[in-house]
Protein backbone atom coordinates (compact mmCIF):
# COMPACT_ATOMS: atom_id res chain seq x y z
CA UNK A 1 0.00 0.00 0.00
CA UNK A 2 1.18 3.27 -1.17
CA UNK A 3 2.07 5.76 1.41
CA UNK A 4 3.79 9.12 1.95
CA UNK A 5 7.42 9.15 1.80
CA UNK A 6 7.87 12.42 3.75
CA UNK A 7 6.42 14.18 6.87
CA UNK A 8 4.30 17.33 5.65
CA UNK A 9 5.83 20.37 6.84
CA UNK A 10 4.14 22.45 8.97
CA UNK A 11 4.51 25.73 6.43
CA UNK A 12 2.76 23.44 3.39
CA UNK A 13 -0.02 21.85 6.21
CA UNK A 14 -0.79 25.88 6.87
CA UNK A 15 -0.15 27.02 2.87
CA UNK A 16 -2.91 24.42 2.05
CA UNK A 17 -5.15 25.50 4.77
CA UNK A 18 -4.79 28.90 3.96
CA UNK A 19 -7.28 27.79 1.49
CA UNK A 20 -10.04 26.95 3.70
CA UNK A 21 -13.01 30.29 3.67
CA UNK A 22 -15.94 30.83 4.98
CA UNK A 23 -18.68 32.10 3.26
CA UNK A 24 -21.20 34.36 4.67
CA UNK A 25 -24.77 33.05 4.42
CA UNK A 26 -26.75 35.48 1.67
CA UNK A 27 -29.67 36.89 3.77
CA UNK A 28 -32.44 38.89 3.33
CA UNK A 29 -34.85 40.92 5.30
CA UNK A 30 -38.15 39.42 6.57
CA UNK A 31 -40.94 41.58 5.27
CA UNK A 32 -42.91 40.78 8.54
CA UNK A 33 -40.59 41.00 11.27
CA UNK A 34 -37.49 42.89 9.97
CA UNK A 35 -35.25 40.57 10.82
CA UNK A 36 -32.52 38.79 8.75
CA UNK A 37 -33.41 34.67 7.25
CA UNK A 38 -32.02 33.03 4.79
CA UNK A 39 -33.51 33.29 1.31
CA UNK A 40 -36.74 30.68 0.09
CA UNK A 41 -37.03 29.74 3.60
CA UNK A 42 -39.56 30.17 6.71
CA UNK A 43 -38.48 33.16 8.78
CA UNK A 44 -36.89 31.46 11.79
CA UNK A 45 -37.84 34.28 14.03
CA UNK A 46 -41.58 34.85 13.44
CA UNK A 47 -42.41 31.90 11.46
CA UNK A 48 -43.96 32.60 8.05
CA UNK A 49 -43.49 31.80 4.77
CA UNK A 50 -45.25 34.33 2.05
CA UNK A 51 -48.01 35.59 4.71
CA UNK A 52 -48.61 31.61 5.77
CA UNK A 53 -47.91 30.61 9.27
CA UNK A 54 -45.42 27.83 9.03
CA UNK A 55 -43.83 27.17 12.55
CA UNK A 56 -45.04 27.32 15.58
CA UNK A 57 -42.71 30.04 17.37
CA UNK B 1 -32.39 1.52 -20.82
CA UNK B 2 -35.11 3.28 -17.88
CA UNK B 3 -35.20 6.50 -17.08
CA UNK B 4 -34.08 7.01 -13.43
CA UNK B 5 -36.08 8.24 -10.29
CA UNK B 6 -35.38 12.06 -9.89
CA UNK B 7 -34.11 13.05 -6.51
CA UNK B 8 -32.25 11.39 -3.97
CA UNK B 9 -31.96 7.45 -3.07
CA UNK B 10 -33.18 7.02 0.52
CA UNK B 11 -32.41 4.53 2.72
CA UNK B 12 -30.15 1.03 2.01
CA UNK B 13 -32.46 -0.53 -0.84
CA UNK B 14 -35.40 -0.19 -2.96
CA UNK B 15 -37.06 -1.99 -0.30
CA UNK B 16 -36.20 0.17 2.56
CA UNK B 17 -37.04 3.37 0.39
CA UNK B 18 -40.12 2.13 -0.34
CA UNK B 19 -41.32 1.65 3.42
CA UNK B 20 -39.82 5.26 4.49
CA UNK B 21 -41.54 6.78 1.58
CA UNK B 22 -44.83 4.59 2.33
CA UNK B 23 -44.20 5.61 6.14
CA UNK B 24 -44.02 9.37 5.20
CA UNK B 25 -46.96 9.80 3.15
CA UNK B 26 -49.18 7.47 5.59
CA UNK B 27 -47.60 10.30 8.41
CA UNK B 28 -48.84 12.99 6.04
CA UNK B 29 -52.33 12.01 5.59
CA UNK B 30 -52.63 11.14 8.95
CA UNK B 31 -51.28 14.85 10.24
CA UNK B 32 -51.94 17.00 7.47
CA UNK B 33 -48.18 18.35 7.81
CA UNK B 34 -45.06 16.97 8.73
CA UNK B 35 -41.54 18.16 8.76
CA UNK B 36 -38.65 16.20 7.57
CA UNK B 37 -35.63 16.71 5.39
CA UNK B 38 -35.95 18.46 2.07
CA UNK B 39 -34.68 15.18 0.10
CA UNK B 40 -37.50 12.94 1.47
CA UNK B 41 -40.23 16.21 1.10
CA UNK B 42 -39.14 16.16 -2.78
CA UNK B 43 -39.61 12.43 -3.12
CA UNK B 44 -42.35 12.11 -0.97
CA UNK B 45 -44.88 14.99 -2.61
CA UNK B 46 -45.05 12.94 -5.96
CA UNK B 47 -46.26 9.88 -4.38
CA UNK B 48 -48.67 11.71 -1.99
CA UNK B 49 -50.06 13.50 -4.89
CA UNK B 50 -50.56 10.49 -7.35
CA UNK B 51 -52.50 8.67 -4.40
CA UNK B 52 -54.27 11.42 -3.87
CA UNK B 53 -55.63 11.35 -7.60
CA UNK B 54 -56.53 7.77 -6.74
CA UNK B 55 -58.54 8.91 -3.80
CA UNK B 56 -60.47 11.60 -5.90
CA UNK B 57 -61.43 8.84 -8.63
CA UNK B 58 -62.44 6.98 -5.31
CA UNK B 59 -63.46 3.37 -6.87
CA UNK B 60 -62.73 0.30 -5.42
CA UNK B 61 -59.79 -0.61 -7.79
CA UNK B 62 -57.81 2.95 -6.45
CA UNK B 63 -58.53 2.18 -3.22
CA UNK B 64 -56.79 -1.29 -3.64
CA UNK B 65 -53.92 0.16 -5.34
CA UNK B 66 -53.51 2.81 -2.29
CA UNK B 67 -53.46 0.17 -0.12
CA UNK B 68 -50.21 -1.37 -1.90
CA UNK B 69 -48.73 1.72 -0.39
CA UNK B 70 -50.17 2.91 2.83
CA UNK B 71 -51.30 0.11 5.11
CA UNK B 72 -53.48 1.94 7.39
CA UNK B 73 -56.86 1.12 6.66
CA UNK B 74 -57.71 4.45 9.15
CA UNK B 75 -55.96 6.41 6.85
CA UNK B 76 -56.77 5.19 3.88
CA UNK B 77 -60.68 5.90 4.61
CA UNK B 78 -59.57 9.63 5.84
CA UNK B 79 -57.74 9.88 2.57
CA UNK B 80 -61.29 8.59 0.45
CA UNK B 81 -63.71 10.41 2.47
CA UNK B 82 -61.96 13.48 3.65
CA UNK B 83 -58.69 14.40 1.87
CA UNK B 84 -59.84 13.18 -1.60
CA UNK B 85 -63.38 15.12 -1.71
CA UNK B 86 -60.98 18.56 -0.76
CA UNK B 87 -59.52 18.51 -3.76
CA UNK B 88 -62.13 17.73 -5.88
CA UNK B 89 -61.97 21.21 -7.69
CA UNK B 90 -58.03 21.24 -7.70
CA UNK B 91 -55.81 20.01 -10.76
CA UNK B 92 -52.82 18.78 -9.13
CA UNK B 93 -50.79 20.46 -6.72
CA UNK B 94 -51.99 18.89 -3.31
CA UNK B 95 -49.00 19.20 -1.52
CA UNK B 96 -47.12 22.48 -0.53
CA UNK B 97 -43.11 22.10 0.58
CA UNK B 98 -41.34 24.94 2.83
CA UNK B 99 -38.05 25.19 3.59
CA UNK B 100 -37.09 25.82 7.40
CA UNK B 101 -33.38 25.75 7.30
CA UNK B 102 -30.76 23.37 8.57
CA UNK B 103 -31.34 20.80 11.69
CA UNK B 104 -29.61 20.99 14.53
CA UNK B 105 -26.95 18.15 14.84
CA UNK B 106 -26.28 17.51 11.77
CA UNK B 107 -27.30 20.40 9.51
CA UNK B 108 -29.38 18.56 7.19
CA UNK B 109 -31.48 21.24 5.39
CA UNK B 110 -35.13 20.78 7.08
CA UNK B 111 -38.78 21.11 5.33
CA UNK B 112 -42.85 21.36 6.13
CA UNK B 113 -44.35 19.37 4.04
CA UNK B 114 -48.42 20.14 4.25
CA UNK B 115 -52.06 19.38 2.01
CA UNK B 116 -53.04 22.78 1.06
CA UNK B 117 -55.77 24.12 1.81
CA UNK B 118 -56.79 22.63 5.28
CA UNK B 119 -59.36 24.97 6.75
CA UNK B 120 -56.93 26.12 9.62
CA UNK B 121 -54.60 27.00 6.90
CA UNK B 122 -57.45 29.77 5.07
CA UNK B 123 -58.00 31.14 8.75
CA UNK B 124 -54.47 31.60 9.41
CA UNK B 125 -54.09 33.45 6.09
CA UNK B 126 -57.17 35.57 6.48
CA UNK B 127 -56.03 36.65 10.22
CA UNK B 128 -52.84 37.68 9.12
CA UNK B 129 -54.76 39.55 5.96
CA UNK B 130 -56.76 41.16 8.32
CA UNK B 131 -53.63 42.17 10.59
CA UNK B 132 -52.15 43.59 8.33
CA UNK B 133 -55.19 45.93 6.89
CA UNK B 134 -55.44 46.81 10.32
CA UNK B 135 -51.68 47.86 11.04
CA UNK B 136 -51.99 49.79 7.77
CA UNK B 137 -55.14 51.88 9.00
CA UNK B 138 -53.39 52.40 12.52
CA UNK B 139 -50.55 53.94 10.46
CA UNK B 140 -52.79 55.98 8.67
CA UNK B 141 -54.84 57.40 11.65
CA UNK B 142 -53.52 56.34 15.05
CA UNK B 143 -55.24 57.29 18.15
CA UNK B 144 -57.88 59.50 16.77
CA UNK B 145 -59.68 56.62 15.02
CA UNK B 146 -60.26 55.15 18.13
CA UNK B 147 -61.89 57.85 19.53
CA UNK B 148 -63.74 58.69 16.92
CA UNK B 149 -65.02 55.31 16.74
CA UNK B 150 -66.14 55.67 20.02
CA UNK B 151 -67.61 58.72 19.54
CA UNK B 152 -69.47 57.76 16.25
CA UNK B 153 -70.58 54.49 18.27
CA UNK B 154 -72.67 56.82 20.60
CA UNK B 155 -73.64 58.90 17.47
CA UNK B 156 -75.04 55.79 15.52
CA UNK B 157 -77.24 54.21 18.39
CA UNK B 158 -78.73 57.84 18.91
CA UNK B 159 -78.90 58.45 15.06
CA UNK B 160 -80.46 54.57 14.96
CA UNK B 161 -82.99 55.67 17.50
CA UNK B 162 -84.25 58.38 15.76
CA UNK B 163 -84.47 57.10 12.93
CA UNK B 164 -86.90 54.53 14.23
CA UNK B 165 -88.82 56.74 15.69
CA UNK B 166 -89.06 59.65 13.49
CA UNK B 167 -87.56 58.10 10.20
CA UNK B 168 -85.47 60.55 9.22
CA UNK B 169 -83.53 61.08 5.98
CA UNK B 170 -81.88 58.22 3.82
CA UNK B 171 -79.49 59.63 3.36
CA UNK B 172 -78.55 60.37 7.08
CA UNK B 173 -79.32 56.62 7.56
CA UNK B 174 -77.13 55.39 4.99
CA UNK B 175 -73.82 57.17 6.59
CA UNK B 176 -74.50 55.82 9.54
CA UNK B 177 -74.83 52.31 8.54
CA UNK B 178 -71.07 52.96 6.73
CA UNK B 179 -69.69 54.35 9.82
CA UNK B 180 -71.24 51.24 11.80
CA UNK B 181 -69.41 48.59 9.51
CA UNK B 182 -65.95 50.58 9.47
CA UNK B 183 -65.62 50.48 13.53
CA UNK B 184 -67.11 46.29 13.45
CA UNK B 185 -64.47 46.13 10.30
CA UNK B 186 -61.82 48.06 12.59
CA UNK B 187 -62.63 46.01 16.01
CA UNK B 188 -62.50 42.50 14.07
CA UNK B 189 -58.94 43.52 12.76
CA UNK B 190 -57.54 44.02 16.12
CA UNK B 191 -58.65 41.21 17.46
CA UNK B 192 -57.25 39.43 14.37
CA UNK B 193 -53.73 41.40 14.67
CA UNK B 194 -53.74 40.69 18.44
CA UNK B 195 -54.25 37.00 17.79
CA UNK B 196 -52.54 36.53 14.88
CA UNK B 197 -49.11 38.82 15.47
CA UNK B 198 -48.62 38.46 18.77
CA UNK B 199 -44.96 37.25 18.94
CA UNK B 200 -43.51 38.10 15.18
CA UNK B 201 -44.11 41.76 14.76
CA UNK B 202 -44.55 43.01 18.28
CA UNK B 203 -40.43 41.20 18.79
CA UNK B 204 -39.55 43.14 15.80
CA UNK B 205 -40.97 46.49 17.24
Redesign the interface.
Known amino acids: MPVPKRKMSRSNTRSRRSQWKASAPTLVTCARCKEKRPSHTACPNCGTYAKRRVLDV | MPTPTKGARLGGGPAHERLMLANLATALFEHGKITTTEAKAKRLRPLAERLITFAKRGDLAARRKVMTVVRDKTVVHMLFTEIGPQYAGRPGGYTRI ?4 PRKGDNAPMA ?1 IELVEPMA ?1 QV ?2 EA ?2 AA ?1 RAAKEREEATTEVVEESAVEETVVEEAGDEAGDVASDEVSDEIVEDTVEEVADEQAGEQADEQA ?1 E ?3 D ?2 K
Open positions: TKIGVEVATGKSEGADA
